[in-house]
């Protein structure tokens, strides 16, 4: 079974609206991390944001926040106010250290276009 | 500044030949880790370590080999490269808190 799952190949979104990139996931862990990476063309990875099973606010970060529903396994990425420097390749990841050791799961990624 | 380097950037390189992409961070990090990424796999993870001297496998280690003998440097060997190795492939540290940090990345074309 997939541990990061992102159905959402491609994303369209007008400027200045908000936009939500899904991810679920899946582990036995109760104790796990989620993070969100943008890769823009040039290819570096940026870290956005990052969210601990434990915490009981939804992480915000600017213009994101990573939506997390617990029992739903699921982690998605807010953006709102989207701007033409978003588009982008955006991977959601997670880190299970109980189960998995260090090892870090990327999902396949969701490609996001702002539309002017 | 506080970053991870990789370097080549680029390397195209023929069947069989031994390659070695190096990756280093300054930040004194204990964990560092290299990733592949494929269109439509997303990144996948093939070795990491926990400190000098520690190296675990990921979920594709087949064809590589790393060795973490300083803390700051972790290379990512490749003792016979083949085409299907052609990817591009990232480094990675962490002080084991988030986030994990990248290199720029080193797209190897192998022919």
């Known amino acids: 079974a997939q541990k990061i799952t992102q159905t959402q190949p491609g994303m369209f979104v007008q400027e200045k609206e908000a936009v939500t990139l899904d991810c679920t996931y899946d582990t036995s862990d109760q104790s796990y991390g989620l993070f969100w990476y943008k890769q823009p063309s040039s290819g570096e990875m940026i870290f956005l944001i990052y969210q601990g099973s434990y915490d009981e606010q939804n992480a915000t970060e600017g213009r994101y926040s990573l939506n997390f529903q617990k029992a739903r396994k699921s982690a998605n990425l807010v953006i709102s106010a989207s701007q033409l420097g978003d588009s982008a390749m955006y991977f959601c990841?997670?880190?299970?250290?109980?189960?998995?050791?260090?090892?870090?799961?990327f999902g396949t990624g969701t490609s996001l276009t702002v539309i002017p | 500044e506080a970053q991870v380097t990789q370097n080549p950037r680029y390397l195209i390189t023929v069947t069989g030949k031994k390659l070695t992409v190096t990756c280093s961070q300054n930040?004194?990090?204990?964990?560092m880790s290299w990733y592949r990424q494929d269109p439509g796999l997303g990144l996948r993870q093939i070795y990491y370590?926990?400190?000098?001297?520690?190296?675990d496998k990921g979920d594709v280690p087949e064809g590589y080999k790393v060795s973490r003998k300083e803390k700051r440097n972790f290379p990512l060997i490749l003792e016979s490269p083949s085409p299907n190795q052609t990817s591009l492939y990232f480094c990675?540290?962490?002080?084991?808190?988030?986030?994990?940090?990248f290199g720029n990345g080193t797209r190897l074309t192998v022919t």
């Open positions: 990841a997670m880190r299970e250290p109980l189960v998995t050791g260090n090892q870090f799961y």
């Open positions: 930040m004194n990090h204990e964990y």
């Open positions: 990675a540290s962490s002080s084991g808190r988030p986030p994990l940090h």
């Open positions: 370590s926990m400190n000098v001297e520690v190296t």
